[in-house]
């Protein structure tokens, strides 16, 4: 896929970027697709242009790869590491604003549960087991009838 032209001079701007080699060209595409990958397993999806959702997203995506970018070479030395509260906040808040319809298109199911309802894969959003294997609460079924009351 890589950065599309129109993406490409905010995205260059935003990592303050210029004069990259070819070599740096094509990191930076790969960095961009697994950014748009994240946000669409994250449960976010491509918004329609010239939206304030859409700044967000490009955002975010921003975010994204320029974390990406800097990291490349960075070792860390224990387990301290940090994460950009603004980006968290912001995807946060794309999270929980998506639109309702149907789900984006991932290479395989993730349960991720959408506002702290459940309903994560086949989650039934009630307390206690369901046949999907979530369990969000207090067992509520009836030994007698093996389903939740």
Do not use: H, I
């Amino acid at each position: 896929m890589g950065v599309p032209e129109a993406r490409k001079v905010t995205l260059l701007a935003f990592c303050r970027l210029d004069g990259l080699s070819p070599e740096e060209e094509g990191l930076l595409a790969v960095l961009y697709d697994a950014a748009v990958g994240y946000m669409t397993q994250a449960g976010v999806r491509e918004p329609p242009e010239d939206t304030p959702r859409r700044a967000q997203y490009d955002l975010c995506v921003n975010y994204l790869v320029l974390d990406s970018w800097d990291q490349r070479d960075v070792s860390f030395v224990g387990t301290s590491s940090t994460e950009n509260p603004a980006f968290r906040r912001l995807l946060n808040q794309m999270k929980l604003t998506e639109p309702e319809g149907p789900p984006p298109q991932t290479s395989e199911a993730f349960a991720v549960g959408r506002a702290g309802r459940n309903e994560a894969v086949g989650g039934t959003g009630k307390a206690g087991p369901d046949r999907s294997g979530v369990f969000d609460g207090e067992d509520t079924s009836d030994p007698e009838e093996g389903e939740p009351s």
